[in-house]
């Protein structure tokens, strides 16, 4: 099947890291891969809406450079606008996403997998067992298809895959903001990022953030989209906070970009050869937002599973090895997470106690021990 050029054994939809990941596993394992991106993957590439937090862990674990971290970071600190402060250690990165995506996808590059950049993906359909893939320049076949190419997922919505509830779904905006090092300092801490919860006062399901970066600041608000009335004005209530005023002061807007963060899974993570992987399964923290790593996790479960099930000649298993290994891993973590969030989010008491929780133990601590 994978002789002609323009066959292969999986292809690998978006080049993020749910799809980069893949794509590394999937070349590693020996199959013919492709990893197909409407963007081109560069470190000046596209902006992508993104805090860009991720831990130290994750740092060690792909040998990603210290020149290319944007700010290493050994704290959290968690605001309530009402002024309680509550604080968090821990050492983590804040990167930028096009010089992180791209450092992923050249490993999936090096182990083999071929990349097709800005290609969109147009069309897809199954046809005699094998997908048919058309971007807009080339036409392609694979048998097994991984579906990564985030929140709105074209090749899902393609294949006609239900999409997320509403209660699963957080409208985001970020904004860039030029100022100097120094002052990031003075203000905000060298190595601190400030997130501000509220639910009276700011946003009812979901939080704002300061992320420092070497000579900007990443602001973020972001909040359940069936909640939200008009995401300027509610975004300019945070802006508006005097703390963050004086973060934000004399500094220049650089970008501007709302984005979505689904925050619980999409109803079927498989179907016929096809995996959602990262956003477009709603592989994230419902709590945190977090989805870096379980977009890197979900992209190898799902090479995995495929292995697995040609090794054992289970064809028929893909889907059940798929979400058995992401359950044992993170899964349900997660899916308690996603049952928690509403407990913890329902009224400023109930979230003041889970940031008073959070100073001390991981979140997972927190919702597997029915502390909340
Ligand atoms: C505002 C915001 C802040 C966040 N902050 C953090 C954070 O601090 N830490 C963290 O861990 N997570 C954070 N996240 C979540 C994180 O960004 C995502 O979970 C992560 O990017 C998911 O990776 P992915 O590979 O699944 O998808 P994506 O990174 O979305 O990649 C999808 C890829 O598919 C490509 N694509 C899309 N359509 C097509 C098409 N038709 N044809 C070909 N290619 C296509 C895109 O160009 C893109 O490269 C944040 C998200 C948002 C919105």
């Known amino acids: 099947m994978a002789?002609?050029?323009?066959?292969?054994d999986i292809a690998v939809i978006g080049a993020g890291p749910g799809g980069s990941f893949a794509a590394k596993a999937s070349a590693e394992m020996?199959?013919?891969?492709l990893l197909i991106d409407k963007e081109q993957i560069r470190e000046s590439g596209r902006y992508k809406a993104c805090g860009g937090a991720i831990a130290w862990e994750l740092v060690e674990e792909i040998n990603y450079p210290e020149d290319k971290i944007a700010r290493v970071?050994?704290?959290?600190?968690?605001?309530?606008?009402?002024?309680e402060d509550f604080s968090k250690k821990g050492k983590g990165a804040v990167i930028w996403r096009s010089?992180?995506?791209?450092f992923l996808t050249d490993i999936a590059i090096e182990s083999g997998a071929i990349l097709k950049e800005k290609e969109m993906l147009i069309y897809i359909e199954k046809n005699n067992d094998i997908y048919r893939i058309r971007t807009k320049n080339e036409n392609y076949n694979a048998k097994y298809v991984i579906a990564a190419d985030g929140v709105t997922s074209p090749t899902l919505k393609l294949l006609k895959w239900p999409y997320f509830e509403k209660e699963n779904l957080i409208l985001t905006i970020t904004k860039e903001m030029k100022t100097t090092n120094s002052y990031i300092n003075k203000i905000l801490g060298s190595d601190t990022v400030h997130l501000f919860f509220g639910i009276k006062n700011l946003i009812q399901i979901g939080y704002a953030w300061l992320f420092p970066k070497a000579e900007t600041i990443t602001v973020g608000w972001g909040n359940q989209i069936n909640l939200v009335k008009n995401s300027r004005i509610e975004f300019d209530k945070f802006v508006s906070?005097?703390?963050?005023k004086t973060a934000l002061k004399d500094s220049n807007l650089e970008i501007f970009k709302p984005h979505l963060i689904p925050v619980g899974l999409r109803p079927k993570l498989y179907e016929d050869n096809v995996f959602a992987v990262g956003d477009a399964g709603g592989i994230v923290d419902p709590i945190s937002g977090k989805g870096i790593p379980y977009a890197m996790m979900s992209g190898q479960f799902a090479i995995e599973a495929i292995n697995t099930g040609e090794k054992r000649d289970k064809p028929d298993k893909l889907g059940t090895?798929?979400?058995?290994?992401?359950?044992?891993?993170?899964?349900?973590?997660?899916?308690?997470?996603?049952?928690?969030r509403d407990r913890i989010f329902q009224n400023d008491e109930s979230l003041k106690k889970f940031l008073s929780l959070w100073e001390k133990y991981r979140s997972?601590?927190?919702?597997?021990?029915?502390m909340i």
């Open 321 to 340: 090895f798929y979400e058995k290994s992401l359950d044992r891993k993170f899964l349900k973590i997660l899916k308690a997470k996603r049952v928690a």
């Open 3 to 8: 002789n002609s050029t323009n066959n292969f």
């Open 99 to 102: 010089t992180f995506d791209k």
């Open 364 to 370: 997972s601590q927190i919702v597997m021990g029915k």
């Open 241 to 244: 906070l005097p703390f963050v």
């Open 30 to 33: 020996g199959y013919k891969t």
């Open 73 to 83: 970071i050994e704290s959290l600190e968690l605001h309530h606008v009402d002024g």
